[in-house]
């Protein structure tokens, strides 16, 4: 399982077992976390990667 994360507050962005590339994700939410409203950047300072079981 792959979680990527808003590196701010901590919104689950994506979650699942599919591998997807950063700019993907972000893209998605236009580059603006829907929760704390932080601008999301693909790097590891805005967003969090976990590795589940």
């Known amino acids: 399982m792959l979680t990527i994360v808003c590196g701010h ?8 077992n ?16 829907p929760k704390c ?5 693909p790097s590891a300072q805005n967003i969090r990667i976990l590795r589940g079981k």
């Open 18 to 33: 599919e591998l997807k590339m950063l700019n993907e994700v972000v893209r998605e939410y236009a580059n603006v976390c």
């Open 37 to 41: 409203g932080k601008t999301l950047k």
């Open 9 to 16: 507050c901590g919104y689950v962005l994506y979650e699942g």
